[in-house]
C-alpha cells in the first residue's frame, strides 16, 4: 500500500524566512551561478537579510494569528445549523474581476481598494459577510494540524474546492467570505512550502536550482491567494513574494537585455491636430472650479517632478523588484476584438516577450488596468499620489499600466475622474466630449461605454466619426492628463510605456 | 473482482485512517461486494449488497442510508443528493430527510432558470396539491433518472422527457438517454446520438462557438452527422465519445482538462512536495 513518509513535528516556525534566506544567500555564494543570469540577490548584506526575514516574520505572524483565530471559530460552528453568522471584516470589499478591463460595462467600476496604502489614513468600510451552508464541508479541510505533511493536503484541498467555487458563475457575484477563505488557504499553503524549505535547507540534501524552484513556487502561490483572495489588511503573502523575488527569479534561465539599461525614445510617430490646452501645478482650487467642476480635461506639468519613480522606473529595476511575480496580461490588438484574451505570465517572461524582444508578428501584450501597485506596495513608495486626486468624495484607486510599443486602448470613457501620470515613454491620447456621443457610438453598442471606431483607422469606414471635434496630444515622461468622468478617450503608446493612473468620484 | 481508490482522503472518505492524500490506486478492504459508488469532493457513496453506505464528511446527516431503498438509482453532488425511488418519483435529500419533488406534465408555467430554488419546489407542491384535491386524480409521472449538481436538477422521466424546476424543458424533439450537468451547463444525449447543450457558455462548454448562454437545449452543430454514443461533463467542460471511437472535447482549458497543453502544467503540483514508496 503507498502510504506518505511519516512527518516531523511542526515546529515553531518564527525562524524560518530568517534561516532560509541566510542558507539561500550562502548557497548561492558557494555554487557557480548559472550563465547568463541576473544578479539580484547576491550582493544583499547579512544585516539585509536579518532586517527582512524579522519583517517577513513579523507579518507571518499576524496572518498566522488571523488563520488561527479563524479557524477556531469555524470549528466552533460546524456543530450549528446557522447558516448566516455575520462577520465584520476591516476592508472594503467591492468585487472586481482580476483585471478589470471587461468589467467596465458589467459592474460600473467598482474595485477593490488596496490593501497596504500608507498614504491612506484608515479607509475601511465594515463589510458584513455571511457563512452559507455550502462552506461548512470547508471547515473540515482547515484542521491545523501537527502533521505538516497531511496540513499540506488539507490546505491544498481547501484552495481546490474554494477555487472551483470562485470559478463558478460572475466574478462580481462571489461571495468574499470565499475569497477570504482563498486568501487564508493561501497563507496555509505558503506558510507549509516555508516550512518545507526551511527543512531542505538544513537537511542539504537537494540543489540550489531546487531551493531556487522552490522559492518560485512560494512566489506563485503568495500571487494567486492575492490575485484570488480578497484585500485584507496586513496580507503576509505580500512580505513573503517580495522577500522571495529575487531568489525565485533565479529558477528561470533569462538572458540579459542590455538594451533595456537604455532611455526610452519616442519611436512611432503622431500628430498632433489639436492641442490640448497645459497648466503648471494649478492651484487645488483652481483645478476643482475650472477643471473638474466644468469637466474640462487639461495637461498638467509639473504635477510629479518630485516622484522618486521618474527617474527609478526602468525595466531593470522592475525585474530586480518584481521578475518572479505573476501578473495578467492582455493578450491581443484591443479588448474590443474576438481574439482578445488575458493569459497569466510572470513578469521577467512578460517583460522579455512582449515589450523587450517581441516576435514579429505576435499578438501585442498589455499589462493594463492592473492594481500592480497593491501587489508590489514597494512600487507605492516611488510615488505619491497628487493631490488633485482627493478632491473627491472617495479615495482614489491606483492602476499600472505597463506595456510595449503600439497599445492600443479604444476609444472608451469612464465613469470615474481620472489622472493618467506618464511615468515612462511616450504615449498618444485623443479625447472627445461627452457631447460628442452621438458621432462616437455604432448603432448596436456591445459595450456602452467603448466604441469600436477605429479612431486611426481610415476615415471612410467612420464618416460619423469625421464631424467629431476633438483634442489630441503626447504625454511624455513626467507629464499628466486629468480626463473628466465620462470623457472619451483613446490611447495609443509610441514607445515602451509605463503609466499610472488615478481614479477617484 | 477487487476495489481500489485513489486520491483526496483527507475525510477518510476513502480508508478511515489512511493519510490524506492516496496517490497511487490503493485497494479499498474493508466494504464487500461493492456494485456502484458516487463520488463528490468530500464524500463517497458506495452501494454493496447489504445497502448503501456513505464515507467522509456527513455534514451532521446520519441517518440518509438506513432510508434508501436498495433499488433507487442515485444521483450525487457535493452539497445534494437525489434519487428515484421504488415508485419511479423523484425525491431529493434536504434538512435531514427525502423529500418527494412534484412535476407537472404541461408547461403551464413557463419554464425558470434551470436550478430549482427550495421557494420553487415549494411552489409548485402547493400547487400539485392543491390541483390533486380539485381533480382527485394526478396521472403520476414515472421517471427513470434525475441528474443533480449543488445548483441544478434535471430528471428524465420514462418516455425520455426532461424536467427541471417542476415543469418540462422546453425541448419537443427525440426522447433523451442521458443527461450531465455541469456547474453552469447541462448536456443532455438523444437517443438518436444527437448531443444537446445548454446554460452559461461563458467558458465554450456549450460548443456551439460562442460564449453566450442559451436558455434552452440545443444541438450542438459541429456534431452533427456523427452519431454520439455516450456523453460526460465535468465542472465547465464537455467530452463525447462517438459510435466509432472519438472523443470529442470542448469547453474550458485552463488545467489542460481538454487533453491540450495548459499553463497550469508548468506550475509546480502538491505531489512535487512528496516523494511516495508504492
Same mark, same amino acid.
Given at each position: 500500500?503507498?502510504?506518505?513518509?511519516?512527518?516531523?513535528?511542526?515546529?515553531?516556525?518564527?525562524?524560518?524566512?530568517?534561516?532560509?534566506?541566510?542558507?539561500?544567500?550562502?548557497?548561492?555564494?558557494?555554487?557557480?551561478?548559472?550563465?547568463?543570469?541576473?544578479?539580484?540577490?547576491?550582493?544583499?548584506?547579512?544585516?539585509?537579510?536579518?532586517?527582512?526575514?524579522?519583517?517577513?516574520?513579523?507579518?507571518?505572524?499576524?496572518?498566522?494569528?488571523?488563520?488561527?483565530?479563524?479557524?477556531?471559530?469555524?470549528?466552533?460552528?460546524?456543530?450549528?445549523?446557522?447558516?448566516?453568522?455575520?462577520?465584520?471584516?476591516?476592508?472594503?470589499?467591492?468585487?472586481?474581476?482580476?483585471?478589470?478591463?471587461?468589467?467596465?460595462?458589467?459592474?460600473?467600476?467598482?474595485?477593490?481598494?488596496? +490593501?497596504?496604502?500608507? +498614504?491612506?489614513?484608515?479607509?475601511?468600510?465594515?463589510?458584513?459577510?455571511?457563512?452559507?451552508?455550502?462552506?461548512?464541508?470547508?471547515?473540515?479541510?482547515?484542521?491545523?494540524?501537527?502533521?505538516?505533511?497531511?496540513?499540506?493536503?488539507?490546505?491544498?484541498?481547501?484552495?481546490?474546492?474554494?477555487?472551483?467555487?470562485?470559478?463558478?458563475?460572475?466574478?462580481?457575484?462571489?461571495?468574499?467570505? @470565499?475569497?477570504?477563505?482563498?486568501?487564508?488557504?493561501?497563507?496555509?499553503?505558503?506558510?507549509?512550502?516555508?516550512?518545507?524549505?526551511?527543512?531542505?535547507?538544513?537537511?542539504?540534501?537537494?540543489?540550489?536550482?531546487?531551493?531556487?524552484?522552490?522559492?518560485?513556487?512560494?512566489?506563485?502561490?503568495?500571487?494567486?491567494?492575492?490575485?484570488?483572495?480578497?484585500?485584507?489588511?496586513?496580507?503576509?503573502?505580500?512580505?513573503?513574494?517580495?522577500?522571495?523575488?529575487?531568489?525565485?527569479?533565479?529558477?528561470? +534561465?533569462?538572458?540579459?537585455?542590455?538594451?533595456?539599461?537604455?532611455?526610452?525614445?519616442?519611436?512611432?510617430?503622431? +500628430?498632433?491636430?489639436?492641442?490640448?490646452?497645459?497648466?503648471?501645478?494649478?492651484?487645488?482650487?483652481?483645478?476643482?472650479?475650472?477643471?473638474?467642476?466644468?469637466?474640462?480635461?487639461?495637461?498638467?506639468?509639473?504635477?510629479?517632478?518630485?516622484?522618486?519613480?521618474?527617474?527609478? @522606473?526602468?525595466?531593470?529595476?522592475?525585474?530586480?523588484?518584481?521578475?518572479?511575480?505573476?501578473?495578467?496580461?492582455?493578450?491581443?490588438?484591443?479588448?474590443?476584438?474576438?481574439?482578445?484574451?488575458?493569459?497569466?505570465?510572470?513578469?521577467?517572461?512578460?517583460?522579455?516577450?512582449?515589450?523587450?524582444?517581441?516576435?514579429?508578428?505576435?499578438?501585442?501584450?498589455?499589462?493594463?488596468?492592473?492594481?500592480?501597485?497593491?501587489?508590489?506596495?514597494?512600487?507605492?513608495?516611488?510615488?505619491?499620489?497628487?493631490?488633485?486626486?482627493?478632491?473627491?468624495?472617495?479615495?482614489?484607486?491606483?492602476?499600472?499600466?505597463?506595456?510595449?510599443?503600439?497599445?492600443?486602448?479604444?476609444?472608451?470613457?469612464?465613469?470615474?475622474?481620472?489622472?493618467?501620470?506618464?511615468?515612462?515613454?511616450?504615449?498618444?491620447?485623443?479625447?472627445?466630449?461627452?457631447?460628442?456621443?452621438?458621432?462616437?457610438?455604432?448603432?448596436?453598442?456591445?459595450?456602452?461605454?467603448?466604441?469600436?471606431?477605429?479612431?486611426?483607422?481610415?476615415?471612410?469606414?467612420?464618416?460619423?466619426?469625421?464631424?467629431?471635434?476633438?483634442?489630441?496630444?503626447?504625454?511624455?515622461?513626467?507629464?499628466?492628463?486629468?480626463?473628466?468622468?465620462?470623457?472619451?478617450?483613446?490611447?495609443?503608446?509610441?514607445?515602451?510605456?509605463?503609466?499610472?493612473?488615478?481614479? @477617484?468620484? | 473482482?477487487?476495489?481500489?481508490?485513489?486520491?483526496?482522503?483527507?475525510?477518510?472518505?476513502?480508508?478511515?485512517?489512511?493519510?490524506?492524500?492516496?496517490?497511487?490506486?490503493?485497494?479499498?478492504?474493508?466494504?464487500?461486494?461493492?456494485?456502484?459508488?458516487?463520488?463528490?469532493?468530500?464524500?463517497?457513496?458506495?452501494?454493496?449488497?447489504?445497502?448503501?453506505?456513505?464515507?467522509?464528511?456527513?455534514?451532521?446527516?446520519?441517518?440518509?442510508?438506513?432510508?434508501?431503498?436498495?433499488?433507487?438509482?442515485?444521483?450525487?453532488?457535493?452539497?445534494?443528493?437525489?434519487?428515484?425511488?421504488?415508485?419511479?418519483?423523484?425525491?431529493?435529500?434536504?434538512?435531514?430527510?427525502?423529500?418527494?419533488?412534484?412535476?407537472?406534465?404541461?408547461?403551464?408555467?413557463?419554464?425558470?432558470?434551470?436550478?430549482?430554488?427550495?421557494?420553487?419546489?415549494?411552489?409548485?407542491?402547493?400547487?400539485?396539491?392543491?390541483?390533486?384535491?380539485?381533480?382527485?386524480?394526478?396521472?403520476?409521472?414515472?421517471?427513470?433518472?434525475?441528474?443533480?449538481?449543488?445548483?441544478?436538477?434535471?430528471?428524465?422521466?420514462?418516455?425520455?422527457?426532461?424536467?427541471?424546476?417542476?415543469?418540462?424543458?422546453?425541448?419537443?424533439?427525440?426522447?433523451?438517454?442521458?443527461?450531465?450537468?455541469?456547474?453552469?451547463?447541462?448536456?443532455?444525449?438523444?437517443?438518436?446520438?444527437?448531443?444537446?447543450?445548454?446554460?452559461?457558455?461563458?467558458?465554450?462548454?456549450?460548443?456551439?462557438?460562442?460564449?453566450?448562454?442559451?436558455?434552452?437545449?440545443?444541438?450542438?452543430?459541429?456534431?452533427?452527422?456523427?452519431?454520439?454514443?455516450?456523453?460526460?461533463?465535468?465542472?465547465?467542460?464537455?467530452?463525447?465519445?462517438?459510435?466509432?471511437?472519438?472523443?470529442?472535447?470542448?469547453?474550458?482549458?485552463?488545467?489542460?482538462?481538454?487533453?491540450?497543453?495548459?499553463?497550469?502544467?508548468?506550475?509546480?503540483?502538491?505531489?512535487?512536495?512528496?516523494?511516495?514508496?508504492?
Amino acid at each position: 500500500m503507498c502510504s506518505l513518509p511519516k512527518p516531523a513535528n511542526i515546529d515553531n516556525n518564527r525562524d524560518a524566512e530568517g534561516e532560509i534566506l541566510q542558507k539561500l544567500a550562502e548557497s548561492t555564494k558557494t555554487e557557480e551561478p548559472v550563465v547568463g543570469k541576473n544578479r539580484a540577490g547576491e550582493t544583499t548584506t547579512q544585516a539585509t537579510l536579518q532586517e527582512r526575514a524579522k519583517r517577513g516574520r513579523e507579518s507571518e505572524a499576524r496572518g498566522e494569528r488571523g488563520l488561527i483565530k479563524r479557524t477556531r471559530e469555524e470549528e466552533a460552528h460546524t456543530d450549528e445549523e446557522d447558516e448566516a453568522k455575520p462577520l465584520v471584516l476591516s476592508s472594503s470589499g467591492h468585487a472586481s474581476s482580476p483585471t478589470g478591463r471587461r468589467s467596465r460595462e458589467e459592474n460600473g467600476f467598482k474595485d477593490d481598494e488596496g +490593501t497596504t496604502d500608507r +498614504t491612506r489614513p484608515g479607509a475601511s468600510n465594515s463589510y458584513p459577510s455571511h457563512f452559507t451552508e455550502d462552506m461548512l464541508p470547508v471547515a473540515k479541510f482547515c484542521g491545523i494540524s501537527l502533521r505538516r505533511r497531511e496540513a499540506a493536503v488539507s490546505a491544498n484541498a481547501l484552495l481546490d474546492y474554494t477555487w472551483q467555487k470562485l470559478n463558478t458563475g460572475h466574478w462580481q457575484d462571489v461571495p468574499i467570505t @470565499w475569497r477570504l477563505v482563498f486568501t487564508w488557504g493561501s497563507i496555509a499553503v505558503v506558510h507549509i512550502l516555508l516550512a518545507d524549505l526551511q527543512l531542505s535547507l538544513s537537511g542539504g540534501a537537494n540543489t540550489t536550482q531546487a531551493h531556487f524552484s522552490s522559492a518560485a513556487e512560494i512566489v506563485r502561490a503568495c500571487d494567486r491567494g492575492l490575485l484570488m483572495g480578497a484585500p485584507v489588511g496586513d496580507n503576509p503573502l505580500h512580505k513573503v513574494a517580495s522577500l522571495f523575488n529575487s531568489h525565485a527569479r533565479l529558477s528561470a +534561465t533569462m538572458a540579459d537585455l542590455p538594451a533595456e539599461a537604455l532611455p526610452v525614445a519616442q519611436q512611432d510617430k503622431a +500628430t498632433v491636430h489639436f492641442p490640448l490646452p497645459s497648466g503648471r501645478c494649478p492651484p487645488l482650487d483652481r483645478f476643482l472650479l475650472n477643471y473638474m467642476n466644468k469637466s474640462v480635461p487639461v495637461k498638467l506639468l509639473g504635477i510629479v517632478d518630485h516622484w522618486p519613480a521618474l527617474k527609478m @522606473w526602468r525595466i531593470p529595476y522592475l525585474r530586480e523588484l518584481a521578475g518572479a511575480r505573476t501578473v495578467p496580461v492582455e493578450v491581443g490588438a484591443r479588448y474590443t476584438d474576438s481574439t482578445w484574451s488575458q493569459t497569466l505570465l510572470t513578469l521577467d517572461e512578460y517583460l522579455t516577450r512582449y515589450v523587450s524582444q517581441p516576435a514579429a508578428g505576435a499578438p501585442t501584450g498589455y499589462l493594463a488596468q492592473h492594481q500592480l501597485l497593491d501587489q508590489i506596495p514597494e512600487l507605492r513608495d516611488d510615488l505619491l499620489v497628487p493631490d488633485y486626486c482627493h478632491l473627491g468624495e472617495e479615495e482614489p484607486r491606483l492602476h499600472a499600466w505597463l506595456g510595449p510599443r503600439g497599445t492600443v486602448s479604444p476609444l472608451h470613457h469612464d465613469p470615474d475622474h481620472n489622472i493618467l501620470v506618464q511615468v515612462l515613454g511616450y504615449k498618444y491620447i485623443r479625447l472627445y466630449a461627452e457631447d460628442q456621443s452621438p458621432l462616437c457610438i455604432p448603432p448596436r453598442p456591445l459595450l456602452s461605454n467603448t466604441s469600436q471606431a477605429e479612431i486611426e483607422g481610415p476615415q471612410a469606414d467612420w464618416p460619423l466619426l469625421q464631424q467629431a471635434q476633438y483634442h489630441d496630444l503626447i504625454l511624455a515622461p513626467g507629464e499628466s492628463l486629468y480626463i473628466p468622468p465620462r470623457y472619451w478617450h483613446y490611447v495609443r503608446s509610441l514607445s515602451t510605456s509605463f503609466s499610472v493612473s488615478f481614479w @477617484w468620484r | 473482482m477487487a476495489l481500489v481508490a485513489c486520491g483526496l482522503n483527507a475525510n477518510g472518505q476513502i480508508t478511515p485512517a489512511g493519510p490524506p492524500l492516496l496517490c497511487c490506486p490503493t485497494p479499498v478492504r474493508d466494504k464487500k461486494d461493492v456494485c456502484e459508488v458516487h463520488i463528490a469532493c468530500s464524500h463517497i457513496l458506495w452501494k454493496t449488497n447489504a445497502g448503501w453506505q456513505i464515507t467522509g464528511y456527513r455534514n451532521l446527516d446520519y441517518s440518509l442510508e438506513e432510508e434508501m431503498a436498495q433499488g433507487w438509482k442515485i444521483s450525487m453532488s457535493e452539497m445534494r443528493m437525489a434519487a428515484i425511488n421504488d415508485d419511479g418519483a423523484v425525491v431529493l435529500r434536504e434538512k435531514g430527510q427525502w423529500r418527494k419533488l412534484f412535476f407537472q406534465r404541461d408547461t403551464a408555467m413557463d419554464s425558470r432558470n434551470l436550478g430549482p430554488s427550495v421557494q420553487q419546489v415549494e411552489d409548485q407542491d402547493r400547487i400539485a396539491e392543491s390541483e390533486s384535491n380539485v381533480h382527485h386524480t394526478t396521472s403520476q409521472i414515472k421517471f427513470s433518472s434525475v441528474f443533480v449538481e449543488d445548483n441544478s436538477l434535471i430528471a428524465l422521466d420514462e418516455d425520455g422527457k426532461m424536467y427541471s424546476s417542476g415543469v418540462p424543458l422546453p425541448y419537443g424533439g427525440s426522447r433523451i438517454s442521458v443527461v450531465e450537468v455541469g456547474k453552469e451547463h447541462c448536456m443532455a444525449l438523444t437517443t438518436d446520438g444527437v448531443v444537446l447543450t445548454w446554460g452559461s457558455g461563458m467558458r465554450g462548454q456549450l460548443g456551439n462557438g460562442e460564449l453566450c448562454q442559451i436558455d434552452r437545449p440545443e444541438p450542438v452543430e459541429s456534431l452533427q452527422g456523427i452519431t454520439i454514443s455516450s456523453i460526460a461533463s465535468g465542472g465547465w467542460h464537455c467530452v463525447a465519445l462517438s459510435t466509432s471511437g472519438d472523443a470529442y472535447m470542448w469547453g474550458w482549458n485552463e488545467s489542460g482538462q481538454l487533453g491540450f497543453p495548459a499553463k497550469a502544467d508548468q506550475e509546480a503540483s502538491i505531489l512535487g512536495t512528496f516523494s511516495h514508496r508504492c
